[in-house]
């Protein structure tokens, strides 16, 4: 038997004592991995909600016809000569060497038109990628176009030309039915009639033409200047402008969220090396009249500070396990339920296994060590007299 | 000189404001292989006494030596050593640790023992055939009567075969019949050469041993 049996047979021997000590240390342990683990998949949830919010590459054609303003930006309405956006840049666009960071890519083809005697912006969309981009996007009236003769209008341009669903209009030579109107969005949308983009090219003779393309980019570590240089590479001749306030915003909000967890698992942290410290130095309390025992049939100082701690790094090992895998388990059943976060993603992340087992050793035994001390120096005659 | 010898020791104890002398300027030889009983009255300071030659408390003053060592010349550690080498202890209350099985318990003295390499557990269990428990040795305190258990502590106090054996009333928590199988035992190491001082209340328990020591209010008598 070595110094180190005894610490393993107390452990073994006194399960109760034992289970009180891990369960202490790994709850604590086991929240602060389960925050972690939840912030960091909120983290990813948030981050992958934001990239899909809007676009943050636009492509534009570099040509020199008339300009129409889409957005802020200056497109051109009626390509005459020299390069242009066709719908076969999408494909190009997805095949870039960081086309796993792309989420969405809406073409859009602007042509101007007259609808019952007004003047009206006519914007040809694919309507699944635009709601995608444009997850602000409501509807007050009808629904969303289900056929490629149905068309969407903004509030303001319903207004102005009277329509409501079920409308039927002439646009340039064909007909388009209102299927939906669109809710205020108070940008330059809600004074545009969006058709399908493949209806607008065959009515107006664009063949497969786009006028711009815009572009959601998956930010998270953003890459966004090489997925720019990327695509310009793809699409030579054409305009590639990276919407920086976008990424910005994005970035920023990371990184609020990022200091926001590691603030709340800090705290944890220490409020279970609170729990910790009072825990052990209870047990090594009632451990008192052994270690009164041990001194006098020869136990130096150090030979009983080397069973305390030996029995507290095997317990702190156990329970930084043990916390680990109540903290990795434990979100997938409670999240759902506090945050209402179903779609939370909790991946097993080394890094924090291996941060969780040291930390659950550092703190256990720190917690240690001063009881550990008082108990080795204790006067044998008093530590008996307690027996 | 006396293999044990205390010269002119006392022990002063604070209790609040006031000093309380538990030994009082005590001179005392024993010699190696003596069996002494201590007795007295609660209080008189039997137990100071024995925690002095154990070196389990320090003299306030005088000198106690054990073997030409001043015990009041060592440090914390080195008292320990000297504990280990010299002494081994047996308690009214046993003092088993209850997690440990009977050889276990025999065996704590040798894991701070250097140079044993390997051969503890059969110093053990020889130690347990001794006090005739070789056959429980597995078994944890709680599965052992308290006779069986004083024998377990008195093969732990036997088992790195020191030359003094310190006996805090050995028989107080015991029927008379087991009391005077530890007695045995205690008359048997004491035949093999261990000098014993064993502190009692029992008059029948002191005529055991060779020579009597009365102590009343810290004194000699």
């Avoid at chain 1, 452990?11 to 891990?22: A, C, S």
């Avoid at chain 1, 914007?123 to 289900?146: H, N, Y």
């Avoid at chain 1, 990327?230 to 699409?235: N, R, V």
């Avoid at chain 1, 609020?256 to 220490?270: A, E």
Wanted: net charge neutral; proline share 3%.
């Amino acid at each position: 038997m070595k110094l180190i049996d005894i610490a393993i047979q107390n452990i073994r021997r006194k399960k109760g004592r034992t289970l009180f000590l891990v369960s202490g240390l790994a709850i604590g342990i086991g929240a602060a991995v389960a925050l972690t683990s939840v912030g960091d998949a909120m983290n990813r949830e948030v981050m992958h909600v934001m990239d899909e919010f809007g676009a943050n590459v636009v492509v534009l054609p570099a040509s020199e016809d008339l300009p129409l303003s889409y957005g802020g930006l200056t497109v051109s309405a009626v390509n005459t000569g020299g390069t242009s956006l066709t719908i076969d840049d999408i494909r190009k666009i997805r095949t870039i060497e960081n086309s796993a960071n792309i989420s969405t890519v809406a073409p859009k083809l602007l042509v101007a038109s007259e609808i019952r005697g007004n003047k009206v912006l006519v914007a040809g969309i694919d309507v699944t990628s635009e709601f995608k981009l444009k997850k602000w996007w409501r509807l007050s009236a009808g629904m969303k176009p289900q056929e490629e003769t149905e068309a969407l209008i903004g509030r303001d341009a319903a207004a102005r030309l009277g329509l409501s669903p079920g409308d039927k209009i002439k646009v340039g030579t064909g007909h388009l039915v209102i299927a939906g109107v669109l809710d205020v969005t108070g940008s330059q949308d809600d004074g545009l009639l969006f058709a399908t983009i493949g209806w607008v090219q065959r009515q107006f003779k664009k063949g497969h033409a786009v006028s711009l393309i815009e572009v959601s980019a998956l930010c998270s570590g953003c890459p966004i200047t090489e997925i720019t240089e990327q695509i310009a590479a793809a699409l030579p001749g054409s305009k590639v402008v990276a919407v920086k306030e976008t990424v910005e915003l994005k970035m920023q909000a990371m990184h609020y969220f990022h200091k926001f967890s590691i603030g709340i698992s800090l705290l944890l942290l220490i409020v279970a090396g609170m729990i910790i410290f009072f825990a052990m130095t209870a047990a090594v309390k009632e451990r008192v009249n052994e270690i009164g025992l041990f001194r006098a049939i020869g136990f130096r100082t150090g030979h009983i500070i080397l069973v305390l701690l030996s029995e507290a790094f095997a317990v702190s090992l156990l329970a930084g396990a043990v916390g680990y895998a109540l903290g990795f388990i434990s979100p997938r059943f409670i999240a759902p339920y506090l945050m209402n976060a179903y779609n939370l993603q909790f991946v097993f992340d080394p890094l924090l296994a291996f941060g969780a087992l040291i930390a659950s050793v550092v703190v256990g035994l720190a917690a240690s060590i001063y009881p550990a001390l008082r108990a080795s120096r204790l006067d044998p005659v008093e530590a008996l007299r307690t027996l | 000189m006396s293999f044990i010898e205390l010269k002119n020791v006392t022990k002063t104890f604070h209790a609040g404001d006031e000093d309380y002398a538990a030994i009082r300027n005590v001179s005392l030889g024993i010699a190696s292989g003596e069996f002494v009983a201590v007795m007295g009255p609660s209080g008189s300071g039997k137990s100071t006494l024995l925690a002095l030659l154990g070196g389990l408390s320090t003299a306030s003053s005088g000198t106690v030596a054990v073997d030409g060592i001043d015990l009041g010349s060592l440090s914390p550690n080195r008292l320990a050593d000297f504990r280990r080498e010299y002494l081994g202890f047996v308690f009214q209350s046993f003092y088993l640790v209850p997690y440990l099985t009977a050889i276990e318990n025999v065996m704590l003295p040798l894991t701070v023992q250097p140079g044993l390499n390997g051969t503890a557990k059969a110093v053990a269990l020889e130690a347990l055939r001794t006090v005739g428990l070789d056959r429980k040795a597995g078994r944890l305190p709680s599965q052992l009567s308290g006779g069986e258990q004083e024998r377990v502590a008195i093969a732990r106090a036997v088992v790195n075969k020191p030359p003094v054996i310190l006996a805090d009333e050995p028989t107080g928590n015991l029927d008379t019949k087991t009391g005077d199988q530890v007695l045995d035992l205690l008359q048997g190491l004491n035949a093999a050469g261990n000098t014993i001082v064993m502190v009692t209340h029992s008059k029948e328990n002191a005529l055991r041993a060779g020579r009597t020591i009365e102590i009343r209010d810290g004194e000699i008598g």
